[in-house]
């Protein structure tokens, strides 16, 4: 399939009355007490759990909840948090500025996060999306159509020397991109997937191992990949555990599913859906540290919005 899915998700965007329908909130953090009868933000009750300690990482995610301060009629896809959980990015979209990377920040992962601001030193004229961050903070990779490009979408990074510092050092990410649109990236010590139709099998999930310099010629990951569209990979920083979306299903939309396997040199189990999310649109966007938290973007409201789905103690 030579063409990127980002047209539906903005026909998606156009739909100013689902922010009606969602209820969305107006991005103002409160707190958690209150008085009278105000009940706290969706967000605030996942986030408090987030900071209660490990899971039980045999069970099922719980069911999505937004992250309401986040999301707008525009459409929110792809959060990707930094590992203390208190910075998020994600990709916006409208049909007058198409996608751009957003940020927001919150204090404690105890609290909801505040109004988010577009990442300024990474906005282009073009769509930038797709942002994914080192674990230390000083590394960025993301996806974007801007000049210079080999064609559709490539691959792009950007450096700082500070976790609080503006990326600077921006450029095509070397040896990694096609012809063909390259997207959807995660990075991983070590690692650099991303999604790719530069095949002949539709979209795939590709990997360029991490090496001096930069990144090998990346490699299709042939037990991820499926007659269908494959993508959106997000992978544990250990990569014994990933979770991507596909249509290979007879579902007619976008489903998420996990593949696992005992050791980082074995081939992936053949990936399952994940049953807590087969019945709606689920694109995963980010695992936390310690498997506890799925952030997610989904149309299960109407148009895409930011999740996060917590497994129990």
């Excluded at 049909?95 to 609290?111: E, H, K, W």
């Excluded at 903070?137 to 559709?152: E, K, Q, V």
């Excluded at 990326?167 to 649109?181: E, H, K, M, Y």
């Excluded at 936390?288 to 938290?293: K, V």
Aim: net charge negative; aromatic share 10%.
């Amino acid at each position: 399939m030579n063409r990127m899915r980002w047209p539906v998700f903005a026909l998606c965007a156009c739909c100013a009355a689902c922010a009606a329908i969602l209820g969305i909130d107006d991005g103002i953090p409160r707190d958690g007490g209150g008085g009278g009868d105000t009940a706290p933000p969706a967000d605030a009750k996942v986030e408090a759990e987030t900071a209660s300690g490990p899971c039980d990482l045999s069970l099922p995610f719980g069911a999505p909840v937004a992250l309401g301060a986040l999301n707008t009629s525009d459409g929110e896809q792809h959060p990707r948090l930094s590992a203390d959980e208190k910075t998020i990015w994600f990709q916006r979209t409208s049909l007058t500025n198409g996608f751009d990377i957003y940020v927001a920040t919150r204090l404690v992962t105890t609290a909801s996060f505040d109004p988010p601001s577009p990442v300024g030193e990474l906005d282009t004229a073009s769509n930038d999306v797709d942002l994914t961050v080192s674990p230390d903070g000083m590394h960025a990779y993301f996806s974007s159509d801007r000049i210079p490009t080999l064609g559709g979408f490539d691959l792009w990074q950007a450096e700082r020397d500070a976790a609080t510092a503006p990326f600077d050092l921006l450029s095509p990410t070397a040896n990694v991109s096609s012809p063909q649109n390259d997207h959807e990236t995660y990075y991983v010590p070590g690692a650099l997937y991303f999604a790719s139709d530069r095949g002949s099998g539709g979209e795939d999930i590709y990997r360029a191992a991490e090496q001096s310099g930069g990144f090998a010629s990346p490699l299709l990951v042939p037990e991820l990949a499926s007659p269908a569209s494959d993508g959106y990979p997000v992978v544990q920083a250990n990569e014994l555990h990933v979770w991507l979306a596909s249509t290979r299903g007879d579902a007619g939309m976008f489903q998420m599913y996990e593949a696992t396997r005992a050791i980082k040199t074995a081939a992936w189990s053949t990936p399952t859906v994940v049953p807590e999310f087969a019945s709606f649109t689920a694109l995963p966007g980010w695992i936390s540290p310690d498997g506890c938290r799925m952030y997610l973007s989904s149309d299960k409201g109407g148009d895409y919005d930011l999740y996060v789905a917590t497994k129990s103690k």
